[in-house]
């Protein structure tokens, strides 16, 4: 049986609960759960002034029942076990994770798996800014694992991204800003100045909306990516399901940083 963790009112400021992990948690019993610290703003409270806790961590699964608009750094440093968020979540969700899987019914805020390592993270809504970037100051973003977002999402996605893949159904502006390596697919509406500054790496635009290419990229060829169909049947195994082209136009830059990178869009 998993621990159900339900919000028994709603904070005036910011809760920040990067304590409470389903590895870090693991024995607990509810009643020491919710004795564990946590800040509402600056002020370090019980969790269990602002949540219920109950059930059982043996299996390392955590549900999170009800609106965490204002829940931030859920699953942050997370190494094993799985959280379901069954509503709205609030910014740094899976922040720095390096294993196990987050799941997220509706939407998350923003820097959803900011330089995370490993892991599995799935919002099923709409997301915001900064999704699998680097913070800033910080040499490297996203270092590994997956991040899916049905939904929309907001500028600088992949921001000095190092490995990994994020796949998101519409992105805002500077997809894969600064980007060092991995993966980006888009499936849908794209703001502009994507791929500016990348060094390495794959930004890959698959629906109908083809951003312009910036004038630090030059098109090489027109053709059938076998690497697609292997990322499809990766997407459909975690229930990402969207359409791929059968062609894309593959443009490689951004020529002022070397010119290894690669942006496709949907031919």
């Known amino acids: 049986m998993a621990i159900e963790i339900e919000l028994s009112q709603t904070p005036s400021v910011p809760l ?9 948690m693991l024995g ?9 610290k946590i800040f509402h703003g600056k002020e370090e409270i019980e969790f269990g002034e602002f949540f219920s806790v109950k059930g059982d961590s043996q299996d390392q699964t955590h549900c999170w029942n009800g609106d965490m608009s204002g829940v931030h750094w859920i699953g942050k440093c997370l190494s094993s076990g799985k959280i ?12 720095e994770m390096s294993g196990g899987e987050i799941s997220v019914s509706d939407d998350a805020s923003d820097w959803v798996g900011a330089e995370m390592s490993g892991g599995l993270i799935r919002v099923d ?6 999704i699998g970037a ?13 991040i899916l977002v049905k939904g929309k999402t907001g500028n600088e996605v992949g921001h ?5 893949m994020i796949a998101v159904g519409a992105v805002g502006d500077l997809t894969g800003f600064n980007m060092l390596a991995g993966s ?27 951003p312009e290419a910036l004038p ?11 690497i697609l169909c292997l990322a499809k049947k990766y997407l459909l195994r975690n229930g990402f399901d969207f359409p791929f082209p059968d062609y894309v136009d593959l443009y490689h830059g951004d020529f002022l940083e070397g010119g290894r990178g690669e942006i496709l869009l949907a031919a």
Do not use: W
């Open 216 to 226: 630090t990229f030059r098109f090489s060829c027109r053709q059938d990516l076998t």
């Open 16 to 24: 920040e609960v990067e304590k409470i992990r389903p590895d870090l």
């Open 160 to 164: 000095t991204m190092r490995r990994g």
């Open 125 to 130: 809504g709409n997301a915001g800014h900064l």
């Open 134 to 146: 680097a913070y800033r100051g910080s040499a490297r973003g996203m270092r590994g694992g997956t």
């Open 184 to 210: 980006i697919l888009v499936f849908g509406e794209c703001g502009i100045r994507h791929g500016a500054g990348m060094h390495r790496g794959t930004i890959a635009f698959l629906g109908s909306h083809r």
């Open 28 to 36: 607990q019993t509810p009643t020491q759960i919710m004795k564990e």
């Open 84 to 95: 379901t968020v069954n509503g709205n979540c609030g910014r740094h969700l899976g922040s």
